[in-house]
């Protein structure tokens, strides 16, 4: 069987590099399964360092989220006009967001029937096309504080192009602080306000605020213009279950595109599609370049390769769904030998457990 591991002191050191970069409160992500490090586990060993804010993006993920956690406090990244989500949120005390009058109009009448006073971050769309007010449309923005059963706690925006463009994501920044600027001048508590993201922090100086939202730079695998101290983490693994030997001209894999040009022996690891491998590019990047460079490597068929006892082996024949041959001739690998690879943890199939050692 395949899991997923995580070195949970290199996760330790790389919490505290970006506490020590931030030098503001971390807002803990673990949105998509916790960046695919499993959104219980991960939120634990957050929590051991301090955490005391996580966000998620999908109301299903409230009660896991709560399964692990205390008092600390849970920010739903979802502007909904849809009445069973908002009342989930309500329900469960979470931190509404609140991006448009529907949105807002919506949680104050959950929060009424419930009898409770939800609270809440306004949402500015600087840029980002989804969720929020636009800074154009900040009357209406204003009018969001004056339901009775919204408590706003803060605000925030969402950079677009932390990754490559420094400019714009300042320009973005001062956006936001204009539209805070108004809400203020209109009478309103604007209160903590957080806009950077990982790649921001670790890309763009000065966009911290009140707090940051990180997810990504925790676990290593973060578009950054500059190196980093932070530790790449997640590698998938499976014992080798058997080792055959072809001869030359022996059709390995599916269509028999895969000819072995000689004697060959041959390790069967029980990693294949179902799992994640095969399905993504091993750098998380997100540039024109990047996609470019998948396509070649694409269309190149680039050897893949499987790693076994610190050497790495070329993978032959197709990938299938749950099992993967490799190339092991003149090797000592054996049975029971532990196969890793490096690929994306949100390309990670959900059911694969995690382990942290």
Do not use: W
């Not at 949105?31 to 060993?45: P, Q, W």
């Not at 329900?91 to 609270?119: E, F, R």
């Not at 706690?153 to 300042?170: D, E, R, W």
Request: aromatic letters at 8%; glycine letters at 8%; one cysteine or more.
């Amino acid at each position: 069987m395949s899991k997923y591991i995580i070195d949970k002191k290199l996760l330790n050191e790389n919490i505290s590099i970006i506490k020590e970069k931030a030098k503001v409160p971390l807002i803990g992500v673990v949105k998509g399964n916790g960046y695919g490090f499993g959104i219980k586990e991960f939120s634990a060993v957050l929590k051991e360092n301090g955490i005391k804010t996580f966000a998620v993006t999908e109301v299903d993920d409230i009660k896991e989220l709560k399964e692990v956690l205390d008092n600390e406090e849970i920010l739903v990244m979802r502007s909904t006009g849809v009445e069973n989500e908002a009342e989930t949120i309500a329900q469960n005390n979470c931190i509404a967001t609140i991006g448009s009058l529907n949105a807002a109009a919506v949680m104050d009448k959950v929060s009424q029937k419930l009898g409770v006073k939800t609270k809440c971050y306004l949402k500015i769309d600087t840029g980002m096309g989804r969720y929020g007010f636009m800074p154009s449309e900040v009357e209406d923005a204003i009018k969001c504080y004056n339901y009775e059963n919204l408590d706003f706690i803060g605000a925030y925006t969402h950079f677009s192009s932390a990754f490559t463009n420094t400019q714009l994501t300042k320009a973005q920044l001062e956006l936001f602080k204009d539209t805070m600027h108004q809400i203020e001048k209109a009478g309103k508590s604007i209160g903590i306000l957080h806009a950077a993201n990982s790649p921001a922090l670790l890309n763009v100086e000065g966009v911290c605020l009140d707090s940051v939202r990180i997810g990504s730079a925790f676990t290593g695998r973060v578009i950054t213009t500059n190196k980093t101290k932070l530790n790449r983490l997640g590698s998938l693994e499976a014992e080798v279950i058997e080792i055959k030997t072809v001869p030359a001209g022996y059709s390995v894999g599916y269509n028999g595109k895969y000819k072995a040009k000689r004697e060959t022996k041959i390790a069967i690891v029980p990693i294949g599609h179902y799992d994640g491998f095969g399905l993504a590019k091993e750098n998380e990047t997100a540039d024109l370049h990047s996609v470019l460079s998948a396509l070649k490597k694409f269309l190149k068929r680039t050897q893949i390769y499987i790693r076994i006892n610190g050497r790495m082996y070329s993978v032959i024949g197709e990938i299938g769904l749950s099992h993967t041959a490799v190339d092991i001739t003149g090797s000592d690998v054996k049975i029971g030998d532990t196969a890793s690879v490096d690929i994306s943890p949100l390309m990670v199939n959900p059911r694969i457990p995690r382990i942290y050692k």
